[in-house]
């Protein structure tokens, strides 16, 4: 997986879960991490913690829980 697909992908959905990024492209979230870091230190993501952002159900990790914004134009 390369960072314009990451890119690509947060440019359609507008938003979406680092967890929801993992699945997509079956890599594991840490290293979709460092490059959704690289994305937001040019200004075209943000990264927010969303208490109950996917529904509270407490299955999921949290550390992965992270949303991913497009702010990019």
Request: positive net charge; hydrophobic residues 40%.
């Amino acid at each position: 997986m390369i960072l314009t697909e990451l890119r690509n992908q947060l440019r359609r959905r507008r938003r979406a879960s680092l967890m929801e990024l993992s699945l997509a492209f079956a890599v594991p979230a840490e290293a979709l991490r460092g490059m959704l870091a690289r994305l937001e230190a040019k200004g075209l993501v943000r990264r927010k913690l969303e208490e109950g952002a996917c529904g509270g159900c407490t299955r999921c990790d949290s550390r992965i829980a992270e949303i991913y914004e497009w702010t990019g134009g």
